[in-house]
T-cell receptor
């Protein structure tokens, strides 16, 4: 079975631009989360979605937004990019119903803002 | 608020020797604890988790971790290290009673270097 898939794998954007990152969860997983991992640090939680609704939000500005589609895939959008947004963006999926469920991560999207 | 500390930025061990990667946590209730591994330029791979039950948890690739509630620790261990275990290891905690959805809080990571 396919794991969590993310696209694109790498991209370069200019300050002030907008970016959209995409994620497909593991088949059967209805919960999708997004994390930002800055080089040299642990991942930081951005959002969780399931049933197309935001279920949790980390300490990120309103420039960051996300949505989930009926097929449970998700998009992360970042507006007005800053140099500090350069990071690995990780998508994760899990079953719903128990917070003990394992969260599985994709390979990530590397974003460089110049 | 929940938090995780990984006190060692790097752990060096010789191949064949046992390894320990340390993790301590802070959470208001009973924690759910996880270990992930990250190879260069890759995403996170799940190794093991503690939810409830036996304090010694066995996971992938021969790794295990011991939950110690009194010391609020969840150290990762392996009896015999391999060169291929060299990677970045992250400990994470989830508060099962928190309001932040599916949020995992990660430590800063520990780089494991296994030398032949």
């Amino acid at each position: 079975d396919a794991g969590v898939t993310q696209s694109p794998t790498h991209l370069i954007k200019t300050r002030g631009q907008h970016v959209t990152l995409r994620c497909s969860p593991i088949s059967g997983h209805k919960s999708v989360s997004w994390y930002q991992q800055v080089l040299g640090q642990g991942p930081q939680f951005i959002f969780q979605y399931y049933e197309k609704e935001e279920r949790g939000r980390g300490n990120f500005p309103d420039r960051f937004s996300a949505r989930q589609f009926p097929n449970y895939s998700s998009e992360l959008n970042v507006n007005a990019l800053l140099l500090g947004d350069s990071a690995l963006y990780l998508c994760a999926s899990s079953l719903v119903g128990s917070s003990g469920n394992t969260i599985y991560f994709g390979e990530g999207s590397w974003l460089t803002v110049v | 608020a929940q938090s995780v500390a990984q006190p060692e930025d790097q752990v060096n061990v010789a191949e064949g020797n046992p390894l320990t990667v340390k993790c301590t946590y802070s959470v208001s209730g009973n924690p759910y604890l996880f270990w992930y591994v990250q190879y260069p330029n890759r995403g996170l791979q799940f190794l093991l988790k503690y939810i409830t039950g036996d304090n010694l948890v066995k996971g992938s690739y021969g790794f295990e971790a011991e939950f110690n509630k009194s010391q609020t620790s969840f150290h990762l261990k392996k009896p015999s290290a391999l060169v291929s275990d060299s990677a970045l290891y992250f400990c994470a905690v989830r508060d099962p009673y928190g309001n932040a959805g599916n949020m995992l809080t990660f430590g800063g990571g520990t780089r494991l270097m296994v030398k032949p």
